[in-house]
């Protein structure tokens, strides 16, 4: 999901004033990254009344707040009971911003790990979609990408790197011709966010890792799918052994 989309879904509506969004936004990050950090268990009950007077908001932006949090079964309400935090099994755990809740919780390393297996099983298929389905704008758009990093890499520059890494990651994602995979790249976009944002990503990028992008743009821009395939799990591995994940 595009992240201008997800955050658009998630505010209040556009008749609400600056300061009531940024109340909304406050006190929605507070709570979610409460319920996903477990702070707030499932089975917690909440209520409006509370609510309003914990974060200073009024009822209408405490309202909102719950049914964004609602979109992604963070929360159901119950009648005569209140507003209820659900069990885990019932999150929407690909929605971008719940993901980055939980990049931000003391979970985290349980996160990365789940995160990092899911990317595994999907970006190597969708190198190989992109290498037999990419246009070639689409190819050469992602050899220039792979080159930047290089280049930005090699300068330290963490958050333009950021920036074009989330771009080769959404664009093989998009080029795959699975819409599927497609709709991850909001999520991928929040984990490669939170790996810089945290201080987890080296100034200067490892070498390995620069040349496995390179080698992906190169087997898509050749029409190599299975060497794109084993290109980009050369890619996640560094990132499981950067992470220090387990095998």
Known sequence: MDAAVDDA??????SASPDAVGL?????DSIGEAIASGRYAPGHRLTLEELQREHGVSRTVARDTMRALETMNLVTSRRRVGIVVQEAAKWNVYDPQL???RLASERRDEQY??????RIAVEPVAAAGAARRGSGDQRMELLRLAAELERLGAAGDLEAFLAADIAFHRLILRSSGN????????????VLTSRTRQGLMPFHPRNEALDAH????????DGDAARAESSMRDVLQEVRTALRLNP
């Open 113 to 118: 790990a789940s995160l990092t297996e899911l």
């Open 9 to 14: 879904r998630l505010a209040p509506p556009s």
């Open 99 to 101: 993901v980055r809740w």
């Open 179 to 190: 819409e599927m995979f497609a709709a991850l790249d909001g999520m991928v976009s929040e």
């Open 214 to 221: 390179r080698h992906v743009a190169e087997a898509i821009g």
């Open 24 to 28: 909304h936004r406050r006190m929605l």
